[in-house]
């Protein structure tokens, strides 16, 4: 029986050549994605393929080196492979290996069959761990990638490095982007995350700061459906729409949606608002969740956001104090009395009609209604901090 293996042996290196022409033959005759490679790639494969045939010669000598000669076989080119091979592609190789192998040495006897059955079994396995771990690798790269491009946008540094950082991630979200801020659960979900995202076309970038959850949000390009002509035409969700279909991947707490910026470059404006939002959102006892960053503009100017201070003297004060003093003295007067109407009407000596004629050209004019408890106090606050804002009257000369 010795003889016999060390002939099969011998009569084996000597047909080896011929087996990796051979195979080459048939990758080319049978796999269309190898004869479409370029010439480059096609000598990676089949340095693989020769590789492969070698260590089988190799294995039927020593069988119990399985795990060492299976998994050299992909040291021949490994990063080559990963690059442009798939794993099924290269489960296809392996099979179209030994299908020639076994061709060729179908007169070899039972014993010989067996070996490549098993040895196939060996390097479909080392395929498998070989893919699986680049995966992972991969997977760890991306995920450190991901919290470092969170990172520099939440502190807004590094705006020239965050295309190449975000191409990099193969982000897919296009035009304008919302930053979303809330509590991480205690277990965190993020392929949930990442799957809710696609169903409503939208693509997140998503980072734990301790016991913070950050998502960067982007419409992504919805996928084209054919024979729906009219799917075109459906507008997309807002992103306060979209905030609302995440909101069960974070934890209990208050859920804060930064401003809408055009693109991902000027997202630390939106990661800016929605932070400080955050900070302050339980001083709002009935704040929804999620709520808008600018629904929370009093709170953040009273803990002293300098950001909603402005917003609140530039989309408040200045519009009404440049279209009519008089819509900003009846706003005044109608806030300090209570927002009553007669009160108002007894101090500015006019009609209540007038009054209410008034307040829907004052939101016709700023776009919030004075008559609501909570624009109200937005309104209240713009007004306090519009004044402080105006320089000092000179003092009269005497």
Same mark, same amino acid.
């Given at each position: 029986?010795? =003889? ?33 490679? +370029? +010439? @480059?790639? =096609? ?37 080559? %492979?990963? $690059? ?18 076994? #061709? ?12 490549? %059955? &098993? ?13 699986? $771990?680049?995966?992972?690798?991969? *997977? ?22 965050? +295309? ?13 982007? /919302? ?6 659960? +205690? ?17 997140? &970038? ?6 913070? &959850? ?6 992504? %390009?919805?996928?084209?459906?054919? *024979? ?56 709002? =006892? ?20 300098? &950001? ?13 104090? #440049? ?5 900003? @003295?009846?706003?005044? /007067?109608?806030?300090?009395? @209570? ?19 008034? %307040?829907? =050209? ?6 919030? #209604? ?29």
């Amino acid at each position: 029986m010795a =003889r016999t293996k060390a002939e099969t042996l011998a009569w084996l290196r000597t047909v080896s050549g011929e087996l990796a022409t051979a195979t080459l033959k048939r990758l080319e005759d049978t796999l269309p994605w190898y004869r479409d490679m +370029p +010439p @480059g790639r =096609r000598s990676a494969v089949g340095l693989v393929a020769q590789a492969g045939i070698t260590s089988f010669i190799s294995w039927y000598d020593d069988p119990k080196s399985a795990p060492w000669i299976a998994a050299d076989v992909f040291g021949a080119a490994p990063r080559e %492979l990963l $690059r442009s091979v798939s794993l099924q592609q290269t489960l296809q190789l392996i099979r179209v290996t030994v299908e020639v192998v076994e #061709d060729r040495v179908k007169d070899g006897g039972d014993g010989l069959r067996e070996a490549i %059955l &098993l040895y196939s079994r060996e390097i479909a396995f080392a395929a498998a761990d070989v893919y699986a $771990r680049a995966a992972e690798a991969r *997977g760890l790269w991306d995920s450190r990638l991901e919290a470092l491009v969170v990172d520099s946008i939440l502190s807004g540094e590094a705006e020239n490095e965050l +295309p190449s950082r975000i191409a990099a991630l193969g982000w897919h979200g296009h035009g304008e982007v /919302c930053v979303l801020v809330g509590t991480a659960p +205690p277990m965190l979900d993020v392929d949930q995350l990442r799957r809710t995202a696609r169903h409503v076309e939208a693509d997140v &970038l998503i980072g734990v700061q301790g016991s913070r &959850l950050v998502l960067v949000i982007g419409r992504a %390009l919805p996928s084209p459906q054919e *024979g729906e002509e009219g799917s075109a035409q459906t507008p997309p969700l807002s992103f306060l729409e979209i905030a609302r279909r995440l909101e069960p991947g974070f934890g209990s707490g208050h859920l804060v949606l930064g401003n809408e910026v055009p693109d991902l470059v000027q997202a630390h404006r939106s990661a800016r608002a929605a932070l400080a939002g955050f900070a302050v959102a339980r001083a709002w =006892r009935n704040a929804p969740r999620p709520v808008l960053a600018d629904d929370l503009l009093p709170e953040r100017a009273l803990a002293g956001d300098p &950001l909603a201070r402005s917003t609140l003297v530039g989309r408040i004060y200045r519009p009404l104090q #440049d279209h009519s003093t008089e819509l900003l @003295g009846t706003l005044w /007067c109608y806030l300090d009395n @209570g927002r009553s109407l007669e009160a108002t009407a007894r101090e500015l000596f006019v009609h209540p009609n007038t009054v209410r004629y008034r %307040l829907k =050209r004052i939101s016709e004019v700023i776009g919030y #209604d004075a008559t609501g408890a909570r624009e109200a106090v937005i309104l209240q606050s713009a007004l306090i901090l519009g004044a402080i804002a105006e320089p000092a009257a000179a003092p009269r000369r005497r």
